[in-house]
């Protein structure tokens, strides 16, 4: 059985058988690493009966005995009952600087199988470990760079993305269509808006052609002088058509209408109103109550 280096990847380890020394009893195939992310270490290996099947078992890197093309611990007591909470995977957790921009997203790391220290770490536009490294341009990112860490995000300290080493370049990269998450934003600064196709000048188009045609107050004024001269005829008075009803003498001004009789005058002069007749009053006799028997 070869014994590899004791530094490796994370993809390596994935996929892994655990045998037993012992009794050469398979324990489980290796489906999740948790990290120590103060401690900058892997603590805890997880196990499965396959990569998606089975019940998820623990055990301590500490009981690694031997690496090769399987991983051999002493016997079946490797596996213990451990509290994953205060742990993290690491992967797809954002990578941001101090300022605030974005590097990439956690989807791998190389750590010492021994103490399981984290020399550092691979990341990427997109965090899924199974997308090849061929598809996507890959970054590893020197562990002392972390500055803090919160809740799926790390946070390096500013300048950090001149400090990248790349391991792979991917194929959009290749085409020229692809470039890293922390340009994108410069990208966005530098290139100007396009104006809208209504908006832009036609090939050999002058912009004053789209200037309002105004004209000074000097040649206005000259041009109505002008305009005066030589039409004189327009400021003459209307001349008004005589109607055969008219007399000779200019119409005078019609007089306001007035009314030839007065409505609210009295008509008739020897007009008596009439006397008005009220009936007199009349006395009502009291009900008589009949008396009581």
Do not use: H
């Amino acid at each position: 059985m070869a014994i590899t280096d004791q530094v490796q990847q994370r993809s390596d380890f994935i996929g892994t058988q655990v045998i037993t020394r012992s009794t050469g009893k398979k324990l489980g195939v290796i489906n999740q690493l948790w990290a120590d992310v103060d401690q900058r270490e892997v603590v805890v290996l997880g196990l499965r009966n396959t990569l998606v099947t089975g019940e998820q078992r623990y055990m301590d890197i500490d009981s690694i005995r031997q690496i090769g093309d399987v991983i051999l611990v002493d016997d079946e007591t490797a596996i213990e009952e451990i509290n994953t909470y205060n742990y993290s995977t690491l992967i797809n957790n954002e990578v941001i600087t101090e300022t605030g921009e974005l590097l990439g997203k956690v989807r791998g790391y190389r750590f010492d199988t021994v103490s399981g220290e984290i020399s550092g770490l691979v990341i990427a536009s997109i965090g899924v470990p199974l997308i090849p490294s061929q598809l996507l341009s890959t970054y590893e990112l020197p562990v002392e760079e972390i500055a803090s860490s919160g809740p799926d995000r790390l946070v390096v300290f500013e300048g950090a993305e001149e400090r990248l080493n790349q391991l792979t370049v991917g194929v959009m990269e290749r085409l020229g269509l692809g470039i890293p998450p922390w340009e994108q934003d410069e990208e966005e600064d530098y290139i100007p808006r396009t104006a809208s196709t209504s908006n832009q000048l036609g090939a050999g188009t002058s912009a004053t052609a789209y200037a309002p045609n105004r004209r000074s107050e000097k040649a206005e004024q000259a041009w109505e002088e002008e305009e005066w001269d030589e039409a004189p005829q327009q400021a003459q008075q209307p001349v008004y058509e005589e109607e055969e009803n008219w007399d000779d003498e200019a119409p005078a001004a019609r007089a306001p209408y007035e009314p030839e009789d007065d409505p609210w005058a009295d008509k008739d002069d020897d007009y008596e109103p009439q006397e008005l007749k009220i009936p007199e009053r009349q006395k009502i006799p009291e009900y008589e109550r009949e008396p009581d028997y």
